[in-house]
T-cell receptor
């Protein structure tokens, strides 16, 4: 059974304090790994897709990386507006349902 | 700016009542997904369609849940009869290739 585990469950950072969120996965054949951001009361917002080990993608203060067993979402010099739940998901076949982790709740304190 | 829309955004109902949730996918997306999110379980797949054909509904309690796509612009999720354990946020997502885009969700409370 495909599994996605995210850690930590919650993370509290001071503004400007860089850190990383982890997403480890056990799947039969990875076709893609996705990162989403979810704000309270809203749907998940797409951030990145990674397809192969070694791939990296960046957007503003966020950088996602992928290895054969896990992905990291690096947050550099975070700001309070980066506070949200970050969700990781995998897909093992084209255009099929995502298998989600439980998410990491990030709080950035000014 | 193309978005997935869902109605209603909030629904409070009593146990035993029928609930219908609606979703308008992004035009041109050929796959529509229904997910349910709870604090305990996180995001779970209920059902999905490709080119309006149902492909998998194994995540739904079949005796009370049903999902349909009467046309390319509308997907529906019905619960009849509703139970308190159905209280959750229900998300619709549409996609093409591997990227999925989520609607704002319907927050359902069953008393």
């Amino acid at each position: 059974e495909d599994q996605v585990t995210q850690s930590p469950e919650a993370l509290r950072l001071q503004e400007g304090e860089s850190s990383s969120l982890n997403c480890s996965y056990t799947v039969s054949g990875l076709r893609g790994l996705f990162w989403y951001r979810q704000d309270p009361g809203k749907g998940p917002e797409f951030l990145f897709t990674l397809y192969s080990a070694g791939e990296e993608k960046e957007k503003e203060r966020l950088k996602a990386t992928l290895t054969k067993k896990e992905s990291f979402l690096h947050i550099t010099a975070p700001k309070p507006e980066d506070s949200a739940t970050y969700l990781c998901a995998v897909v093992t076949s084209g255009n099929t349902p995502l298998v989600f982790g439980k998410g990491t709740r990030l709080s950035v304190i000014a | 700016d193309a978005r997935v829309t869902q109605t209603p955004r909030h629904k409070v109902t009593e146990m035993g009542q029928e609930v219908t949730m609606r979703c308008q996918p992004i035009l041109g997306h050929n796959t529509v997904f229904w997910y349910r999110q709870t604090m305990m379980q996180g995001l779970e797949l209920l059902a999905y369609f490709r080119n309006r054909a149902p492909l998998d509904d194994s995540g739904m309690p079949k005796d009370r849940f049903s999902a349909e796509m009467p046309d390319a612009t509308l997907a529906t999720l019905k619960i009849q009869p509703s139970e308190p354990r159905d209280s959750a946020v229900y998300f619709c997502a549409s996609g093409i290739y591997n990227e999925q885009f989520f609607g704002p969700g319907t927050r359902l409370t069953v008393l």
